[in-house]
């Protein structure tokens, strides 16, 4: 990924080249589903025949968000990330640190200039910063003096982040924007301030990575299960009860965050609320009105459990043939993040499970 993309756009100013720090994703344990290995369709959902989709590589997490999403989760809006935005960069002594290696990294102009912008009342990067002017705020600024450190209020720095996945044109647009700001590349905001408002780039809030997220995200095809068995036959004019157990009607995935902004975070959560059953061909009797999520168990549907009768979630096949048993799930997905929430509109979006059932006549017994 582009790292501390000012720090970047400044090296190649000075020295025609840049750095790029490589990031793994990270794999997300919190949840059961797999990404883009399900077989079968989804409605509004988008498909999850096995594709992937590019997701934003500036998010700690992307492995369960690499599904082909549909702005149709989000109810038809959806969010894009920018080439480049305004973030939280630096601590002041992070900054400190950072501008002093330029001095053995880097052209000497380049380290000069920040220096005289950063650390106009510091030691020139060399055996520790004095102390600030007696009575300076850091509000005061620029010029800034000493990176800031020890500077009261306390705040951080903000630099402009580039974007993981950003084009070649995308990358010299923001490399202009640093240009145009250079030496002046990174703005104190005093902890709990407004961003800064240059005019060229935008910040993201973590309403807006909420919304992308919930646009990308894969929603698995719900794992069913069934009396008789699934794979087993079932017989003709004979209850087939139908249920999903908690642990597949619900999965999570916690602290996707920017990479550049730890800040901005937010948690994801896509819950089974109901399916709807149906058979191909339509030789069935359909028990659909117990096939909702029970919010004490987190199952939806009835466990079989030996009752007789018709089940409250499940199927009788009416003909010896080989049906197909689609379950269509709805998922309310929730995005939290702190101090907001967003939640998936209606209608909300579906997959499709289906699972191959043989049904037979019942086996009589003739003893001559």
């Given at each position: ?253 916690n602290d996707i965050c920017l990479t550049e902004d730890p800040a901005i975070c937010v948690n994801l959560n896509a819950q089974a609320e109901s399916f709807t059953l149906g058979t191909d061909p339509a030789d069935s ?84």
């Amino acid at each position: 990924m582009m790292g501390r993309a000012a720090l970047a756009a400044c090296l190649v100013l000075a020295s025609g080249w840049f750095t790029v720090f490589a990031s793994a994703p990270s794999a997300l344990a919190d949840s059961g589903s797999g990404c883009g290995t399900s077989s079968g369709g989804t409605s509004g959902g988008g498909s999850v025949s096995g594709s992937q989709v590019t997701m934003w590589a500036s998010l700690t997490k992307t492995e369960h968000l690499c599904g082909s999403g549909s702005s149709s989760i989000t109810g038809g809006t959806s969010w894009t990330p920018p080439a480049c935005w305004w973030a939280p960069e630096y601590t002041p002594e992070e900054l400190y640190s950072t501008v002093g290696q330029l001095d053995q990294s880097s052209s000497q102009l380049t380290y000069s200039a920040f220096q005289q912008e950063y650390d106009v009342n510091g030691d020139n990067g060399h055996g520790g910063l004095a102390p600030l002017k007696p009575g300076y705020l850091s509000t005061d600024g620029p010029k800034w003096q000493s990176y800031n450190v020890g500077a009261g209020p306390a705040g951080t720095w903000w630099g402009l982040i580039w974007n993981d996945d950003d084009t070649l044109a995308q990358m010299q647009q923001c490399s202009d924007i640093d240009t145009k700001h250079f030496p002046e590349d990174w703005y104190w905001v005093p902890t709990g301030g407004a961003a800064p408002t240059t005019g060229d780039a935008p910040t993201v809030t973590a309403e807006q990575l909420a919304l992308y997220v919930a646009s990308k995200v894969q929603l698995p095809q719900l794992q069913v299960q069934a009396s008789p068995a699934l794979g087993s036959k079932s017989t003709v004019n004979l209850p087939t009860w139908v249920w999903a157990n908690a642990a597949d009607t619900s999965f999570s995935v916690n602290d996707i965050c920017l990479t550049e902004d730890p800040a901005i975070c937010v948690n994801l959560n896509a819950q089974a609320e109901s399916f709807t059953l149906g058979t191909d061909p339509a030789d069935s009797v359909l028990y659909n009105s117990g096939c909702t999520l029970d919010q004490a168990t987190g199952t939806i549907g009835t466990p079989y459990a030996g009752s007789k009768g018709d089940p409250p979630c499940g199927v009788t096949f009416t003909n010896p043939e080989n049906y197909n048993l689609k379950v269509l799930t709805s998922w309310l997905i929730t995005v939290t993040w702190n101090g907001g929430q967003w939640q998936s509109p209606q209608p909300l979006p579906t997959t499709e499970t289906d699972e191959a059932v043989t049904a037979q006549e019942v086996q009589t017994i003739n003893n001559g």
